[in-house]
C-alpha cells in the first residue's frame, strides 16, 4: 500500500467503503505503523483480509541483532527480487533508521560493497518510505531497551546515491515530513557529491540535513575511490555546499571513512580541515567496515584518534562515529552480498567470514 500515495489511498479501498477509511488506513501505514494488517484494528475484517497481501511492499528476508540487541538489520526482498537494507540503531535519546534509496548503486566507490555489486534499480518512494514505517512497527512491537520507542531520526546512508534518484527521494522526503509527520531536521541526506542534486535540495522547502561523504581532499586522490568526483570534483562540491549552506541555514556535515594507508595521514587531516573550514561543515570520522570484496582495511584506533585530533587542533568539529554492527555486515551494501552468497554460492555461505 505504501506504492500508492498517501492521498490516494481511496482508490486502493474502493466506491463501498465510506471515505473516512483513507484517513485511518493512513494512519495506520504512516502514524501508528503496524507490522500486520490484522492489527489494524478498527478496520472491518472483510477490508483487513481483502488488504492483507498488499501491506508491506516487500517481505523481511533476513533479521539480525547486535550490539546488545540495540541495532538490527534487516534484508527485505521486493516481489520482483530486489534486495533492501535497512538498519535501525538505539542510542539513549535517539532511534535512528539509516534506509536505502537504490537497490545497488552505479557510482561505483571503490571501498563501499554496494558499489561493487552494481546498480540494479531505483527504489520507489513507497519503498523508501516503507522502510520507516517498518521500522516504526518493529519498534511497536518491541523497541529497543533505553532508547525512544519510534524512529527519531532517520538517515539516507544505505544503499543507493539518493541524489541520483532526486524525483523519487523528494517524494519520499515529502511523506516522511507531511504524512509521517517527522521533522525536517531529523532527516539528514547522504551524497557522495552529485553537485546538482545538492543544489536541488537547497531550493526544496524542508529544511533536511546534507551530508557528504568526501573520503579524499585532493580531486587525484578522490577520483581514484569515488570514481563520481570526475564529474563533480572538490571544488564544485565545495562551492554546492556553500549554497546549501546559505538556503538552508545548516550545517553540512563531511563523512570520512578513514581508509589505513590512503586517507589517514596528517596531511590527508590538514587538507580535510581546509575544506571542512571553506564548507563551515562539521566532520565524522568513520573507521572503515572492511567489505570481502576489497583489501582495504581501518587504521588502528591510535591513528583515528590522532587524525581526530588534528582536525580539532586545526579548529573544526569533529567527531568520531561509532561502526555499529560491524559483527552483522552493517556497512551497507553487505547483507545483500551474504545474501546473494547464499543463493549464489552456496559452499561460500557456509563458510564464516
Ligand atoms: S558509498 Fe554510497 S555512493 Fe558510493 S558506491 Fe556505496 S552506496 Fe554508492
Not at 493512513?26 to 489494524?40: I, Q
Not at 536541488?200 to 563520481?228: M, Q
Request: hydrophobic fraction near 40%; glycine fraction near 6%; aromatic fraction near 6%.
Amino acid at each position: 500500500m505504501y506504492l500508492t500515495a498517501p492521498e490516494d489511498l481511496t482508490s486502493l479501498l474502493g466506491e463501498d467503503e465510506p471515505a473516512y477509511r483513507a484517513d485511518q488506513l493512513r494512519d495506520w501505514l504512516y502514524r501508528t505503523p503496524v507490522l500486520s494488517v490484522a492489527d489494524m484494528t478498527n478496520l472491518p475484517a472483510e477490508l483487513r483480509r481483502r488488504l492483507a497481501d498488499r501491506h508491506w511492499p516487500f517481505r523481511l528476508e533476513i533479521e539480525q541483532t547486535a550490539d546488545d540487541r540495540t541495532t538490527r538489520k534487516w534484508l527485505f526482498r521486493t516481489p520482483d527480487g530486489a534486495a533492501i537494507e535497512t538498519v535501525l540503531m538505539g542510542y539513549p535519546k535517539r532511534t535512528t533508521v539509516c534506509i536505502s534509496s537504490q537497490v545497488g548503486c552505479a557510482m561505483g566507490c571503490t571501498f563501499c560493497a554496494t558499489g561493487q555489486y552494481g546498480f540494479e534499480r531505483h527504489l520507489e518512494a513507497g519503498e523508501i518510505v516503507a522502510q520507516v514505517a517498518y521500522a516504526n512497527a518493529a519498534l511497536r512491537r518491541s523497541p529497543i531497551a533505553g532508547s525512544p520507542d519510534h524512529v527519531t531520526n532517520v538517515v539516507f546512508m544505505g544503499m543507493g546515491e539518493p541524489l541520483a534518484n532526486y524525483d523519487r527521494v523528494r517524494e519520499s522526503l515529502r511523506r516522511l515530513i507531511e504524512t509521517m509527520g517527522m521533522s525536517a531536521r531529523s532527516i539528514t541526506v547522504s551524497t557522495v557529491g552529485v553537485a546538482p542534486g545538492v543544489r536541488r535540495l537547497a531550493a526544496e522547502p524542508w529544511p533536511v540535513n546534507l551530508a557528504i561523504s568526501l573520503h579524499a581532499a585532493d580531486d587525484a586522490s578522490r577520483s581514484e575511490i569515488v570514481p563520481l568526483n570526475r564529474r563533480y570534483p572538490i571544488d564544485d562540491l565545495v562551492a554546492a555546499a556553500r549554497e546549501f549552506f546559505a538556503a538552508k541555514g545548516r550545517r553540512v556535515s563531511i563523512e570520512w571513512t578513514l581508509i589505513a594507508g590512503k586517507n589517514d595521514s596528517d596531511r590527508d587531516a590538514a587538507a580535510l580541515a581546509g575544506i571542512a573550514g571553506r564548507m563551515r561543515a562539521h566532520v565524522n570520522v568513520i573507521p572503515l567496515n572492511p567489505t570481502p570484496l576489497s583489501d582495504e582495511r581501518p587504521p588502528d584506533p591510535s591513528r583515528v584518534a590522532r587524525f581526530v585530533r588534528a582536525l580539532r587542533s586545526a579548529g573544526i568539529t569533529a567527531t568520531e562515529r561509532d561502526t555499529r554492527g560491524r559483527d552483522i555486515d552493517a556497512a551497507c551494501g553487505q547483507l545483500r552480498l551474504r545474501s546473494a552468497r547464499r543463493t549464489e554460492l552456496p559452499d561460500a555461505a557456509a563458510a564464516p567470514r
